[in-house]
């Protein structure tokens, strides 16, 4: 089956800086997608990565190593409005989006 | 990036009643949107996809009588919730991709519904 592993809840500090590990495995792989949600809204595009590395993006960036299956968020000098659900989501080889249960992230001040 | 707009964004509806609900994409054609579910804490689930001119493609356990999906043109797909019931209460979200396969997908503003 399918299956896109993320943790459930993370807890940061403001100003810090926070990695939130995505593993998958999927029916074949065109890429991979962080979105973030904050509460009651619909998810934001943040990043796609489909080749091997690091990808940045300002404060932003996502990393794709597809031989292990594992994809990471490095979210950098934390904000409070950064406090949202983050959603890693794999593309598999019939084009659909597969997502993850999505990552809560917590800023305390 | 591309607008995708959902209306409404939140509705109250009786217990029998059917509710439907828009998903515009209003600056390119969307030949195919994905409905999703998504319940509290929970990540999103794929309900059905979408096609301009042909029927609803269903996910497994998703009643297609119950959840009436149209989609009768190129930035225009409805999803009319029949019959609803308490159970169906949940926040329904819309996406498109514009043209190629692999883009990002664009969301509408999502749709609180609350039977009661």
């Known amino acids: 089956g399918q299956n896109i592993d993320q943790p459930t809840e993370m807890t940061a500090t403001e100003g810090a800086i926070v990695q939130i590990n995505c593993t998958y495995q999927?029916?074949?792989?065109?890429?991979l997608f962080w979105y973030q949600q904050h509460a009651g809204e619909a998810p934001t595009f943040l990043s796609y990565n489909v080749l091997d590395g690091l990808e940045e993006k300002g404060r932003f960036s996502s990393f794709l190593s597809r031989s292990k299956g594992y994809s990471y968020l490095l979210l950098k000098e934390l904000q409070m409005k950064d406090s949202a659900s983050y959603l890693c989501?794999?593309?598999?080889?019939?084009?659909?989006?597969?997502w993850g249960a999505g990552t809560k992230l917590i800023i305390k001040p | 990036g591309a607008v995708v707009s959902q209306h409404p964004s939140w509705v109250i509806c009786k217990s029998g009643t059917s509710v439907k609900i828009e998903c515009r994409s209003l600056?390119?054609?969307?030949?195919?949107m994905f409905w999703y579910r998504q319940f509290p804490k929970q990540s999103l689930m794929l309900m059905a996809t979408s096609n301009e001119g042909s029927k609803a493609t269903y996910e497994q356990g998703v009643e297609k009588d119950k959840f009436l999906i149209n989609h009768a043109s190129l930035t225009l797909s409805t999803l009319t919730v029949t019959s609803a019931h308490p159970e169906d209460s949940s926040f329904y979200i819309c996406s498109a991709r514009d043209g190629d396969l692999i883009t990002e997908a664009f969301f509408g503003q999502g749709t609180r519904l609350t039977v009661v």
């Open positions: 600056d390119f054609q969307a030949t195919t």
């Open positions: 999927t029916s074949g792989f065109n890429g």
């Open positions: 989501a794999v593309m598999d080889s019939n084009y659909q989006l597969i």
